[in-house]
């Protein structure tokens, strides 16, 4: 038979012409017959079906069909059937739009169908950002979880981690009584089988009781037996309870020990409901109460939480919950009408007390510590979950105990009780005892040496401290500028001193001749004790005043003399630059008086290259339409020198060297160098480029110095420097023990010797920090 073909029409060609167009712009898949397709087949044989629908539409000589199936080379179930005779090679164009480069566009605006960079762009603008080690799939799931979600407590983090790591691999619980602002999180450890987050990043971490003050043993060998590879060692967290279903002596797993007068049998009675009557008629100072030891330290979170409430009123302090941390005694007293913190447990009240009745109540002492928990903070009094008063730290009596005890302490009447719970929670992770920590005044610095750190007492070790990381802490001289995190280079004088230099990272961009920028989310960025002081002046007030401050940071601006004038009639406003450097302003005036603004001698001197070389000019007050006045010449004063800036690998070599790091202006860019002398850098992307932070010390006595990673390791025994109170205490250590393959690129090198690779702390670091997120203020997700 043969086919008789109409010839193409002019609407036909003009269509088809359009359709090629669209076809090359917007990326339709295309296809062409193989095969003769005739009036009123319902399927037809193309060239190829690779990734189209399994059912969708096509366009095909100006007419749309829709498929129902598809096999490698063909299309079946058209609707509508062929419409004309087409011959071989007449082309298919995809028109179920889900391919093209606009259907891409439009799909990359979706959370289930971005990827990618599209996706992340999506999360942040949900306020959703993607954590390290997030696939596509996971983040996807954060999103749809997080985005339009309202901050909650246990439905948010339900709902949460049933998206990312699926229902049934969780344990959420709740102790409204004793911890009414902590909810405990379960993530059951199966959990992290081969899912790329945690087999990735081989990490440990266990509990182990020490061996001394200063060793442990590890179930697992440290990866490379490298000191690197510890990260901490904390003081395990622990919980004491005592929930009244027995008598807290008989509690199964640890009892708590009882002391009294009185017998406990005589004092304590259960009463069936969870609570227990304690009922001391003893009138003695020793009391009936209950105790248990504790890991507590002066750097621990405390959380203790008690149900009480008194049968009868007293006129003394009889009830009370105590922590002793071996630094302080912190305590809770209740009498018959008042509640409130105890600087001695049965003594006299610190701060305000807080009216109470007979009824039940839930009372909190909670301890929110720091680094150096002798010196600062504050302990609260919550009653029912309120906050009614607080006390400095400092003001409460000196123990050495440590231990956790409630119940009658000071007696001069009969008490009587009923008690309900009590639960106390320490965690320390303020102290690493895996670093050796000095406090205040033990460490100074000097000009004379801007890289030397002394210690006055406790030393520095040669087979601990070299090439270890030191933190810096502590200092006020110069804005701080002698804070820091340095690396040891050199131990001297037998352990009286050691020479840093600042840690050595890669990657930084320059943009200007004394501009650079380090990557975002940087490990160690740009503070405002890193850079210099820029000297400033002022002078005029509010509308009429300029503030000039010197564009670098460094004592160098102090040099800077800056001079108004307004010495000739009838003249035009002008700026001039000479040695000195002397920044000289002629006001404009009109028969001898100024009419200069602040807004145009600002314009004037930013227009001059000189004197924009030298200084920024603020308004003291917006938008500086005051007429300036004569000011008398004056330096500008108050700069401060940095730290040192090194840059090392450049491929334009003369950026190599050592500058004044003098101006912060974000976290991530600086200026360097100073107006005596100019950074001069060569534009260059990160490439190769490596930097570091070199410290330039200024005198200062009394500093604070950490020592990272400051101990050995043999087989499976760590062995610390900084010495545990006693021994043994249930510690946790964190630890690496395979090295992996995961590399922060451009961060680490894996030709370097020994090989350096990045590791997650923690594999499930992203869902602790989404969690904590969502929760609402004052709530603390604690994982268990």
């Known amino acids: ?111 289930d169908f971005a990827e990618g960079d599209y996706l992340d762009t999506l999360g942040r603008n949900y306020g959703v950002f993607r954590f390290p080690g997030l696939s596509d799939d996971q983040y996807r799931a954060a999103i749809k979880a997080l985005a339009f979600m309202s901050k909650g407590t246990i439905f948010s983090i339900e709902t949460l981690l049933t998206h990312l790591i699926g229902a049934g691999n969780f344990e959420i619980f709740e102790d409204l009584v004793n911890f009414p602002d902590i909810i405990f999180i379960t993530i059951v450890p199966a959990v992290t089988g081969t899912d790329s987050i945690g087999s990735s990043f081989f990490n440990a971490r266990e509990e182990d009781p020490s061996t001394s003050t200063t060793t442990v043993d590890l179930d697992y060998p440290v990866a490379g037996a490298d ?82 409430r008194r049968i009868a009123a007293s006129t003394n302090i009889a009830l009370g919950l105590r922590v002793d941390d071996g630094t302080k005694i912190l305590a809770i007293g209740w009498n018959g009408t008042q509640v409130g913190l105890l600087n001695t447990s049965g003594s006299a009240f610190v701060g305000t007390p807080f009216a109470l009745d007979t009824a039940a109540h ?121 804070n820091g995190r340095y690396r040891v280079t050199t131990v001297n004088g037998g352990g009286a001193s050691v020479d840093l230099e600042g840690i050595e990272y890669a990657e930084v961009a320059v943009l200007t001749a004394d501009t650079v920028q380090i990557p975002s989310g940087h490990v160690d960025p740009f503070t405002a004790e890193d850079a210099g002081l ?43 630059v000479t040695a000195g450097p002397t920044i000289t302003v002629e006001l404009a005036t009109t028969a001898g008086v100024p009419t200069s603004t602040a807004a145009a001698v600002k314009a004037a001197i930013e227009a001059n290259p000189s004197a924009a070389a030298l200084v920024d000019i603020e308004f003291v007050q ?22 040192f800036f090194v840059i090392a690998n450049a491929l334009n070599a003369g950026n190599n060297g050592t500058r004044m790091l003098a101006t912060r202006i974000d976290a991530r860019t600086a200026r360097l ?55 043994p205490l249930t510690l946790q250590i964190l630890y690496k023990t395979l090295l992996t393959g995961t590399i922060l690129e451009n961060e680490f090198s894996i030709d370097s010797d020994p090989p350096q690779a990045f590791f997650l ?24």
């Open 622 to 643: 917006s938008p500086g339409s005051g007429v300036m006045t004569v000011v008398a010449l004056a330096a500008l004063t108050g700069g401060e020198d940095g730290k």
């Open 761 to 784: 702390a923690d594999p499930f670091a992203f869902i602790r920090r989404l969690v904590d997120a969502i929760t609402v203020a004052g709530v603390i997700p604690m994982f268990r």
């Open 1 to 111: 038979m043969v086919v008789k073909f109409a010839p193409l029409g002019a609407a036909k060609a003009l269509i088809s012409s359009y359709g090629d167009e669209l076809n090359e712009f917007a990326g339709f898949r295309l296809t062409r017959l193989t095969a003769t397709a005739s009036v009123d087949d319902v399927a037809v044989v193309v060239e190829t079906t690779y990734q189209w629908p399994s059912a969708g539409r096509f366009y095909m000589a100006g007419v749309r069909y829709a498929y129902t199936g598809k096999t490698t080379t063909t299309f079946t179930g058209l609707t509508p059937a062929i419409q004309e005779d087409l011959p071989p090679m007449t082309p298919l164009a995809d028109g179920s739009q889900t391919y093209s480069d606009l259907d891409r566009a439009r799909q990359s605006l979706l959370v």
């Open 534 to 576: 820029q000297a400033s002046r002022t002078t005029g007030s509010g509308l009429a005043g300029l503030v000039w401050k010197a564009r670098y940071g460094g004592v160098d601006g102090n040099a800077i003399l800056t001079d108004i004038n307004a010495t000739l009639a009838n003249q035009p406003l002008s700026v001039t």
């Open 227 to 308: 000191v690197d590879n510890v990260q901490a060692i904390y003081l395990a967290p622990e919980i004491h309870e005592a929930h009244f279903d027995v008598k807290p002596s008989s509690e199964p797993d640890t009892p708590w020990t009882y002391t009294g007068t009185q017998a406990e049998a005589t004092a304590v009675t259960l009463n069936g409901d969870g609570s227990a009557r304690l009922q001391d008629t003893s009138v003695v100072s020793v009391g009936a109460r209950y105790f248990r030891s504790i890991r507590a330290t002066s750097t621990s979170n405390i959380y203790a939480v008690a149900t009480v």
């Open 362 to 482: 839930t009372v909190e002492l909670r301890r929110i510590s720091d680094r150096d928990g002798a010196s600062a903070g504050l302990v609260e009094l919550r009653v029912d979950g309120v906050l009614v008063t607080t006390a400095a730290y400092s003001s409460f009596s000196a123990s050495t105990a440590r231990g956790v005890s409630f119940g009658t302490f000071s007696l001069v009447s009969t008490a009587d009780s009923h008690w309900a719970d009590v639960a106390v929670y320490t965690q320390d992770e303020n102290t690493n005892y895996w670093n050796q920590y000095v406090g205040l005044n033990d460490g100074s610095v000097n000009t004379a040496t801007p890289a030397r750190l002394f210690s006055a007492a406790v030393g520095f070790s040669a087979t601990f401290s070299a090439d270890r990381p030191l933190l810096v802490s502590g200092g006020s001289t110069n804005h701080g500028s002698n």
């Open 673 to 727: 160098g100073s107006h005596l002398s100019p950074a001069g850098l060569l534009a260059e992307t990160a490439g190769s480029m490596a930097w570091r932070k070199n410290p330039n010390f200024k005198t200062e006595l009394n500093l604070e110095w950490e020592l990272f990673g400051s101990g050995t390791i043999a087989s499976q025994t760590l062995t610390f420097q900084r010495a545990l109170y006693a021994s």
